[in-house]
């Protein structure tokens, strides 16, 4: 894979997939359908992604407060449409190599979407491409009360002691463990904000917002957030243009 890659490209890229129910009223359609639109988009996304040479695509599904949405929207998106979208496209996946692992409480969703999520994670788990994370039932805030129960009791049972933490410890503790943070934080659908999306991780990620909505956003409009990205200049608050020193 990392002869796809150019010095330049991002490694991590983040995607805040918004603006699928804009999207289906703008055409008069039902919410839904904006969604499995959005999905299509996703599948695109994620093949180019591949091809690219991007080593790990995180995209934000449903967040912790997405449970406030009316029942039966959050029943197609976490009942129907996960499901749909792993059975139909786990295999193809799988062939091009890419791993799947997700970020979120997933103990706490319907059993039907967890078992579908648990067989696709066991599949993928030894693959070597693509790293494609799927935020789901995720907060980063949650994610951080968990981090700090997790820590909080190895320190009540002597397994750490407390000058031990430190930042890459905490980062440990996170859905994302083992993941370097983004470089790249893509938001669609006009919104210019984070609505508690990757808040750790996100220190130095490039931040990218554009007005078009998830439906339609194809691979060309992903190509242009890269080459905006390509021309950023990353100081993580040094002086030295293009950033760290080593
Ligand atoms: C993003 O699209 C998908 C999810 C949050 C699940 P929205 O459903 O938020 O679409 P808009 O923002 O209402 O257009
Ligand atoms: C963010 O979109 C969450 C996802 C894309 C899954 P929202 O539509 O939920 O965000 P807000 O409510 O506009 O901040
Ligand atoms: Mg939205």
């Known amino acids: 894979m990392d002869e796809k890659r150019d010095n330049k490209m991002p490694g991590h890229v983040a995607i ?28 695109e996304i994620v093949k180019y992604s ?29 009942k129907y449409l996960l499901i749909e979208f792993l059975r139909k496209e786990i295999d193809e996946l799988h062939k091009n190599n890419v791993t799947i692992k997700m970020l979120g409480d997933i103990e706490h969703i319907p059993s039907l979407t967890k078992n579908e999520i648990n067989k696709a994670i066991s599949l993928t ?7 494609f994370n799927i935020a789901l039932n995720y907060g980063g805030r949650g994610e ?23 930042e890459e410890l905490i980062s440990k ?22 609505s508690n999306f990757l ?17 339609d956003f194809k691979k060309e409009c992903f190509a242009d957030a890269i080459s905006d990205y390509k021309n950023r200049s990353r100081r993580f608050g040094s002086l030295k243009d293009g950033g760290r020193i080593c």
Do not use: C
């Open 199 to 215: 808040i750790w991780q996100s220190i130095y990620s490039e931040l990218y917002f554009t007005d078009i909505l998830w439906p």
């Open 50 to 78: 591949d091809e690219i040479g991007i080593k790990i695509l995180t995209v934000y599904a449903f967040s912790t407060e997405n449970w406030n949405r009316p029942k039966e929207e959050v029943d197609y998106l976490i």
């Open 173 to 194: 503790h996170l859905y994302t463990a083992g993941d370097e943070d983004p470089d790249l934080i893509i938001r669609t659908g006009g919104e210019k904000r984070i």
């Open 16 to 43: 805040i997939m918004d603006g699928n129910g804009r999207w289906a009223k703008r055409k008069g359609l039902p919410r839904t359908l904006g969604h499995n639109a959005g999905v299509e988009t996703l599948k």
């Open 144 to 166: 951080l009360v968990n981090a700090l129960k997790d820590i909080t009791k190895k320190v009540i049972l002597g397994d750490i002691n407390v000058e031990s933490i430190n």
């Open 125 to 131: 788990r030894n693959n070597t491409g693509l790293k």
